[in-house]
């Protein structure tokens, strides 16, 4: 089982930008699929990133699609969401964790403490 653990949030201005990172313990974190997903208050989390154990095939999802950037350092057991041109919508708590074979959703239930991002002029 991987333990995960996500940082690097904070608060930005719009138009500003953060990295967060997820980092990995555990099983070695290159056999997975992984992905960013991201909770605002009343809702369900939602998946704005993903990317492959092996090819590094990316997927970014509408909502943040040209802004964000997923990446991953399999030696180094961490990903990365670079994030840039941050809007007011993309304020909430930022979670790592496994996603499925093509990348659409997440494949367990169990989640780290994520990472608060807040966009607020």
């Known amino acids: 089982q991987v333990q995960l653990v996500e940082s690097g949030g904070g608060w930005a201005q719009p138009g500003g930008s953060l990295n967060l990172t997820c980092k990995a313990t555990?099983?070695?974190?290159?056999?997975?699929?992984m992905g960013w997903f991201r909770q605002t208050p009343g809702k369900d989390r939602d998946l704005v990133a993903a990317i492959s154990w092996g090819s590094g095939a990316t997927r970014h999802f509408d909502s943040v699609k040209g802004r964000f950037t997923i990446s991953r350092d399999n030696p180094q057991n961490t990903m990365y969401l670079q994030m840039n041109r941050l809007q007011s919508a993309d304020t909430g708590v930022y979670y790592c964790?496994?996603?499925?074979?093509?990348?659409?959703?997440?494949?367990?239930?169990?989640w780290g403490q994520g990472t608060q991002v807040t966009v607020s002029s």
């Open positions: 964790n496994q996603v499925t074979s093509v990348l659409d959703a997440a494949l367990n239930n169990t």
């Open positions: 555990g099983r070695p974190f290159s056999w997975y699929n």
